[in-house]
């Protein structure tokens, strides 16, 4: 099937999977991405202005990249300096999907002090320890392990994955969704504030954490994760908006603590606005292919 893609309104399907807000994709020569969502292998590749794609409908695609968010208006709100607008220049058409939020929130717990590889090292073991086979075009592919699967789950199985002390988190985090009958998807109709605050009750769950599957998952688009790299954008371009006594003593090094954390992401939601979560997410893909 084929989606025709509006040129007033940019998609570019290598920026969005390439960003580092999923990590269950591959890339197959030169067009086609591979990929595994809500328990359907998904083959998709973008030829100029048509989305090509196999295995999924047509409004499930739309959904999944969020084409039918107006990134136009988004960037008219978001260009508020010469920065953030050499960032939306040069990735123009990056979007932020909608990801299954239980894939997203385990994820993302694996994801704590973690680069992209490990990431999805630790996610493929968990899915192939866990989850179902199914085979698409001679390849092996597996589904995400739902939350009662790896609520019952060993520990030591777990483990084995490659989580190290996130094993613990998962398997509890687990129990908590499957003894509760938690539907996390039922956060979409929270606000940002409640949603967050739900998600931190959650073992494993802090606050990068949470605006992570906010933003990802649960279409908060306010929301405004703070990792090393924005940190380091915010003190290198946006310093002046702090008092000294803070740019002193913060570390460009280090992730930021919970104090400096709400700082921050506060500072960005204010800032950037309603779409703060786009202007995060092209400056943290604009910063990280400068190095």
């Given at each position: 099937?084929?989606?025709?893609?509006?040129?007033?309104?940019?998609?570019?399907?290598?920026?969005?999977?390439?960003?580092?807000?999923?990590?269950?994709?591959?890339?197959?020569?030169?067009?086609?991405?591979?990929?595994?969502?809500?328990?359907?292998?998904?083959?998709?590749?973008?030829?100029?202005?048509?989305?090509?794609?196999?295995?999924?409908?047509?409004?499930?695609?739309?959904?999944?990249?969020?084409?039918?968010?107006?990134?136009?208006?988004?960037?008219?709100?978001?260009s508020k300096d010469k920065h953030i607008k050499h960032a939306v220049e040069k990735f123009r058409g990056l979007r932020i999907l909608h990801q299954d939020p239980w894939e997203c929130l385990i994820s993302y717990i694996?994801?704590?002090?973690?680069?992209?590889?490990?990431?999805?090292?630790?996610?493929?073991?968990?899915?192939?320890?866990?989850?179902?086979?199914?085979?698409?075009?001679?390849?092996?592919?597996?589904?995400?392990?739902?939350?009662?699967?790896?609520?019952?789950?060993?520990?030591?199985?777990?483990?084995?994955?490659?989580?190290?002390?996130?094993?613990?988190?998962?398997?509890?985090?687990?129990?908590?969704?499957?003894?509760?009958?938690?539907?996390?998807?039922?956060?979409?109709?929270?606000?940002?504030?409640?949603?967050?605050?739900?998600?931190?009750?959650?073992?494993?769950v802090g606050l990068k954490v949470a605006d992570c599957v906010s933003l990802f998952s649960l279409r908060k688009l306010e929301a405004f994760p703070v990792d090393?790299?924005?940190?380091?954008?915010?003190?290198?371009?946006?310093?002046?908006?702090?008092?000294?006594?803070?740019?002193?003593?913060?570390?460009?090094?280090?992730?930021?603590?919970?104090?400096?954390?709400?700082?921050?992401?506060?500072?960005?939601?204010?800032?950037?606005?309603?779409?703060?979560?786009?202007?995060?997410?092209?400056?943290?893909?604009?910063?990280?292919?400068?190095?």
């Amino acid at each position: 099937m084929k989606i025709q893609l509006d040129l007033s309104c940019p998609f570019n399907l290598d920026f969005t999977l390439c960003c580092g807000q999923a990590f269950r994709w591959s890339k197959e020569g030169e067009w086609w991405w591979y990929g595994i969502v809500n328990g359907n292998v998904f083959k998709v590749r973008q030829m100029g202005d048509e989305l090509e794609f196999q295995n999924v409908d047509s409004n499930f695609v739309k959904n999944y990249f969020g084409l039918n968010d107006n990134l136009p208006k988004i960037f008219s709100q978001i260009s508020k300096d010469k920065h953030i607008k050499h960032a939306v220049e040069k990735f123009r058409g990056l979007r932020i999907l909608h990801q299954d939020p239980w894939e997203c929130l385990i994820s993302y717990i694996c994801a704590t002090y973690k680069n992209i590889p490990a990431i999805k090292k630790m996610l493929f073991e968990l899915s192939r320890r866990f989850g179902e086979k199914t085979v698409f075009e001679e390849h092996d592919f597996y589904t995400f392990p739902t939350p009662e699967r790896l609520a019952k789950a060993n520990l030591e199985k777990l483990s084995a994955c490659g989580l190290g002390y996130r094993a613990k988190y998962i398997l509890e985090t687990a129990k908590r969704v499957h003894e509760n009958n938690f539907d996390l998807r039922n956060l979409m109709k929270s606000d940002y504030e409640k949603a967050r605050c739900t998600l931190l009750e959650l073992p494993g769950v802090g606050l990068k954490v949470a605006d992570c599957v906010s933003l990802f998952s649960l279409r908060k688009l306010e929301a405004f994760p703070v990792d090393v790299w924005i940190k380091r954008i915010i003190m290198r371009h946006y310093a002046d908006y702090f008092e000294n006594e803070f740019v002193k003593k913060i570390s460009p090094g280090r992730s930021p603590t919970e104090s400096e954390y709400e700082k921050l992401s506060l500072f960005g939601r204010r800032y950037f606005g309603e779409f703060a979560g786009y202007a995060q997410e092209y400056l943290y893909h604009y910063e990280r292919t400068q190095c």
